[in-house]
């Protein structure tokens, strides 16, 4: 099928940064050792500025959206941002990819076959938007995960003659029980600080549910009440990141009316990469005032987990001892894309008896990136071996994180380095656990 010359065009749409944009990028090169793709490859464009001289290209008409290295670059970037953490010209480099995806994702899609739209329409149509799916989807997973079904299948060796072997490895391990947004009110003994509207997730709430669990505890212990609203959704990420705009769009406009009917100060969030869209919900709407203002005065109120606990304190002797050692892995969308760095580690190191080992290269990808590991699963893995090396240097007992992404591809990659004795663990699941320790140790 002909692709029509427009269709083609690269920056003509209405979410489409401004030209100057580019010009902003002096070539100084200072990202590119931050960057994972160019420190794995060398490759002058598969780096931030290689990148921003095609996406320029492209938008002047000098090489053709559809080209396969065009494409290729687009999708091997992993949107980690860790190029825009470090650029001294500020360039926003995820305003110029996200359109470039979104772009290339529009031209592709009349040449795409019917299995392939079929398949693109119930990941991301179905499973993201209508979180039933999603939970019916985790069902079949869980039983598929408990009931044997999964040895058997591992033992016909039908996985590895698919080539679905290292996709099914990545899958996570289905919650014992879901975290389903219902309404839940989680009142704090004594008179609340404040009160958080809690973002469930979508995968976070099937397949980290414990996460959202311990969420409740140490906000509670923190002295903040929390509510789940029912009417909240998936944070719309995977569909901007796939280049699935509109979706990513309606997807925010449910949350931002969700937060605004809730009341609640605070709107919390324990994912990375959830809480680094949700914190850009008005960069979506630059076509739509009316939404734009709401989407901006929403994410004003969007806090990442780790932040807001270190901004608001505990109350003194909150935490008892937990003797482990622990690395922590920085989340490219919280060390990078919401310059969360210290937070985490500030929380850490209040817990009495935990000693924190710092690894080499903690804020380079892990090569997760969403659904990146699967698309992309070459490099991911490279990135992967990476990491895991810098983890086995420091030989810690537990590594913490704070995405979901990031904690399953460490997991998988520990697992393959057969270091499946450590544990990887969400920040707040450590905090919880020291304050039940609290609770079990003498009183003076
Ligand atoms: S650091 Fe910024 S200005 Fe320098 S090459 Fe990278 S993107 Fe361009
Ligand atoms: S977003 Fe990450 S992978 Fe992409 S160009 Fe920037 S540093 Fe490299």
């Known amino acids: 099928m002909v692709i029509e010359p427009e269709s083609r065009r690269g920056f003509a749409l209405p979410d489409v940064p401004p030209p100057d944009v580019f010009d902003q990028c002096v070539r100084c ?25 095609l996406i320029k290209a492209v938008s002047e008409d000098r090489l053709d959206l559809l080209s396969p290295g065009f494409v290729h670059q687009m999708s091997e970037c992993l949107d980690c941002r860790a190029c825009e953490a470090v650029c001294p010209s500020g360039v926003a480099y995820g305003r110029l990819l996200e359109p470039a995806r979104t772009q290339i994702v529009r031209a592709q899609s009349p040449l795409r076959s019917w299995h392939e739209r079929l398949g693109r329409a119930l990941l991301i149509g179905a499973l993201f938007e209508h979180l039933g799916w999603m939970r019916a989807a985790a069902r079949v997973l869980k039983f598929y995960q408990r009931s044997g079904l999964r040895a058997l299948v591992a033992w016909t060796g039908i996985l590895r003659l698919l080539g679905l072997q290292d996709v099914e490895a990545l899958a996570p391990r289905i ?41 409740v505890r140490v906000l509670g212990a923190a002295g903040v009440d929390v509510i789940v609203p029912a009417d909240q959704g998936c ?13 990513g769009r309606e997807l925010a406009k449910r949350n931002i009316a969700a937060f605004e009917r809730s009341g609640a100060d605070v709107y919390i969030i324990n994912a990375a990469g959830c809480g680094s869209a949700l914190k850009e919900y008005g960069e979506l709407f630059g076509d739509q005032p009316e939404w734009q203002n709401r989407a901006t005065a929403f994410s004003a109120h969007v806090r990442d987990v780790t932040e ?14 937990l003797e482990r050692s622990v690395t922590y892995q920085d989340a490219c969308h919280l060390a990078h894309a919401q310059r969360i760095v210290a937070p985490p580690r500030r929380l850490l190191a209040q817990i009495p008896g935990l000693a924190l080992r710092e690894m080499d290269e903690s804020s380079l990808c892990c090569g997760s990136a969403g659904i990146y590991n699967v698309i992309q699963p070459a490099m991911a893995q490279r ?18 994180t704070a995405n979901p992404g990031c904690a399953l591809q460490i997991r998988n990659g520990l697992d393959r380095a057969n270091a499946g004795h450590i544990a990887v663990r969400h920040v707040v699941e450590l905090l919880d656990e020291s304050i039940r320790n609290r609770s079990l140790e003498p009183r003076p």
């Not at 958080?196 to 669990?213: I, P, R, S, T």
């Not at 983890?391 to 810690?396: I, K, N, Q």
């Open 29 to 53: 090169g200072l990202c590119l050792p931050t960057c994972p793709t160019y420190v794995e490859t060398l490759v002058e464009t598969s780096g931030p500025r290689g990148r921003i001289a």
């Open 383 to 400: 990135l992967q071996r990476r990491k895991v090396d810098h983890v086995l240097e420091v030989a810690p007992e537990i590594v913490a």
């Open 308 to 321: 807001y606990l270190d901004e608001i304190g505990f109350p003194a002797g909150t935490f008892g001892r």
């Open 235 to 247: 944070c719309g990420a995977i569909s901007i990141h796939a280049g699935e705009m509109p979706r």
């Open 175 to 215: 919650s014992d029980r879901f975290f389903t947004p219902r309404g839940q009110e989680f009142k704090t003994a004594g008179r609340p600080r404040a009160t958080a509207f809690l973002h469930a997730g979508c995968v976070m709430q099937v397949a980290f549910a414990e996460w959202n669990e311990a969420t």
